[in-house]
């Protein structure tokens, strides 16, 4: 994780929130090549769910929303973590996690001396176990008190009561309180889905782990509607669905780089159900960290449109015409975190290897995931020339994908450069390419272009680039078009 974060600082990806001021702890501003990143997961994800399928559409809805919503929803009452509190140091810890920290003591059998101890072990010195604060191992812990996640603010400028909501902690309820305007307006038959992108907000009592867990993240979150009394291939709607979105859920991540043995599914046990969920699915990565969620499918069955009905009054049904009645459809909700997706796309990526007796460091990223598409790097800054058609095919490029142009070191050192951000090609453009009329050579038009992954060099005319990374970048073999040119 320590090389990940140092990386992505050093080469613009992500850097602390608020540096200068000493940082915040949870919070995470997405550098230029962060957010070229972030911004093509979100592409992806949207072209591949909202765009190319029949059966969704999309949605915007605002942070900020009725107060009741998180009535109805469930968050009031029940978004909350048992919390302990140090009555001396009072340091604030959840109640499930304290014992899975290591503890400081002041052992008593060594004259007080103070120890760091592993979670879970007695002190190897006098035999105690942790009673006492695990951070500052001198105050007494209050019993546990439920705190709420969600961040309190106020609409208008009265604080009061009257005024107060919240900043949302899932993008979710505002596809259902939707759910009749988009259906209505849309003219939707079951089984059809909402799919959003934006911000949620939790406090977060334990954020960390770099943008693992932090108290301002992005989902992409899809409310798939179905009809309950239907069944698919002699399964009930809802148990069909689910089924099928946590295969194509598991599919999408592994279509853009993740690998297999880094993925796995877990199934969450009765007692850690959400209070709206009949079945829900993890699917966890291998992340620096070890094992963990990296998105959520859940059956969260007619809870939350039935909710919404009661406490709004509005009905929120369906008009079954085949069977002549009204229906409450069932959601299965695939629910991931764009910045947990960024994070293991990246730990994905990252490889470290010799050549040629020196340490490269890449980022192996599918295609369509780098920030940077194409490296555009002139051998001679020197010559005029050069640089001025360096220019050329940056600009000519730039109008179709993000791409750089950088002179600012040998070219060892750029190439190096581009493969530790990702840059799957790099286009050099030498003397060849424009001729030496001293030397009575005439030019080529042609330039190199250089794969990330296999370090293999190809010369191809400058007029066939577009089509050359059209095919490159949408899936197209490097193999196939080095054999075109070569
Ligand atoms: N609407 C369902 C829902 O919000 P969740 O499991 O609480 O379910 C879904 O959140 C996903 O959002 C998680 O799998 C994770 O990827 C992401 N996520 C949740 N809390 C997060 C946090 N504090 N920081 C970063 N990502 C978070």
Redesign the pocket.
């Known amino acids: 994780m320590d090389t990940l974060v140092s990386l992505s600082k050093r080469r613009g990806f992500i850097f602390q929130s608020s540096e200068i001021y000493g940082g915040t702890g949870s919070c995470w501003d997405y550098g230029p090549l962060g957010v070229e990143l972030k911004q093509n997961i979100k592409r992806l994800w949207w072209r591949d769910y909202i765009q190319r399928r029949p059966d969704m559409v999309g949605l915007d809805a605002s942070i900020l929303m009725h107060p009741t919503v998180w009535k109805a929803s469930g968050h009031v009452d029940n978004f909350t973590d048992p919390m302990v509190d140090c009555l001396e140091c009072r340091r604030r810890f959840r109640a499930d996690k304290v014992d899975e920290t290591p503890w400081v003591h002041y052992c008593a059998a060594t004259k007080g001396n103070k120890f760091t101890i592993p979670s879970g072990e007695p002190c190897s010195h006098c035999g105690e176990r942790r009673t006492l604060c695990p951070e500052c191992g001198k105050g007494s812990l209050t019993p546990p008190r439920q705190f709420n996640l969600m961040f309190k603010t106020f609409m208008g400028p009265v604080e009061e009561d009257a005024s107060q909501t919240y900043l949302r902690p ?1 993008t ?1 309820q505002g596809i259902f309180v939707n759910f009749d305007n988009v259906a209505q307006s849309m003219r939707r038959k079951l089984p059809f889905g909402i799919g959003q992108i934006g911000k949620a907000f ?1 406090n ?1 009592i334990t ?1 960390g782990n770099f943008i ?3 108290r301002e ?1 992005e ?1 992409m ?1 899809i409310e798939y509607f179905v009809n309950p009394r239907d069944t698919v291939e002699g399964k009930p709607a809802d148990e069909y669905w689910h089924e099928r979105w946590i295969a194509d859920s598991l599919a999408w991540f592994q279509r853009y780089g993740l690998r297999a043995e880094n993925l796995r599914l877990r199934e969450h046990e009765k007692d850690e159900l959400a209070h709206y969920a009949k079945r829900t699915a993890d699917i966890e990565y291998r992340f620096p960290i070890g094992w963990s ?4 499918i ?1 059956n969260r069955t007619d809870f939350d449109l039935k909710q919404h009905a009661q406490f709004s009054g509005k009905a929120l049904s369906y008009f079954d015409e085949e069977r002549k009645e009204h229906v409450v459809p069932y959601v299965i ?1 695939p ?3 764009v ?2 997706a960024l994070l293991a796309f990246l730990a994905d990526a990252y490889q470290e290897e010799e050549v040629r007796g020196e340490k490269r460091v890449v980022l192996r990223f599918h295609p369509e995931l780098a920030p940077v598409k194409v490296a555009i790097l002139p051998l001679l800054k020197k010559r005029d020339d050069v640089v001025r058609t360096a220019h050329a095919i940056r600009d000519t490029l730039a109008k179709h994908w993000t791409v750089v142009y950088d002179d600012t070191a040998a070219i060892g050192r750029l190439y190096r450069r581009q493969d530790e951000v990702g840059t799957p090609y790099c286009v050099t453009v030498d003397v060849q390419t424009v001729g030496d009329t001293d030397k009575g050579e005439s030019a080529d038009g042609k330039v190199t272009i250089r794969d990330r992954d296999s370090m293999e060099q190809v010369r191809v005319p400058i007029d066939a680039l577009p089509a050359v990374f059209l095919d490159l970048l949408s899936g197209g073999s490097w193999a196939a078009v080095a054999s075109r040119f070569p």
């Open positions: 899932e979710a939790r977060e954020p693992f867990r932090t993240f989902q979150e969620e990296l998105m959520g859940a909700e629910s991931a975190g910045d947990r």
